[in-house]
């Protein structure tokens, strides 16, 4: 698995991969097939051993739901209050500009298509 971008890299075993799953295995062992080195601190460039676990990829998408760094410019709290403020009269362009995203993301939001599960 390459590295991503915020992820530095390093080698283990011959391969490059990111540094967080080297230190996982040359401290801990292989990491089995379908799961990933995840951080418990939120450090991308951290490669402390007991800083990472292993866990699915849906693991790493309810842990990135949960502390609300999905990679998304809007967070759980923003989709409340924005969609309280368009039922109150605000419109999706004024709430674009607000918070710094295209009114179509807006009307997503709205109409739940993205962020269903709020």
């Known amino acids: 698995m390459p590295a991503g971008n915020d992820y530095p890299s ?19 062992g ?5 799961m990933f080195a995840l951080h418990h ?7 402390n051993p007991d800083h ?17 760094r999905s990679g998304q410019k809007l967070t759980m709290t923003d989709v409340i209050a924005l969609r309280l403020a368009y039922i109150d009269g605000a419109t999706p362009t004024q709430l674009a500009r ?17 962020w269903k599960h709020v």
Do not use: F
């Open 10 to 28: 390093a080698r283990a075993n011959g391969e490059r991969t990111s540094a967080h799953r080297a230190a996982w295995i040359l401290w801990r």
């Open 30 to 34: 292989p990491i089995p097939d379908g």
């Open 41 to 47: 601190c939120d450090n991308p460039a951290c490669i």
């Open 52 to 68: 990472i676990y292993l866990g699915t990829q849906m693991d790493n998408m309810r842990d990135r739901q949960v502390r609300e």
């Open 98 to 114: 607000r918070y710094d995203v295209s009114a179509n993301a807006i009307w997503d939001v709205i109409k739940r298509r993205s």
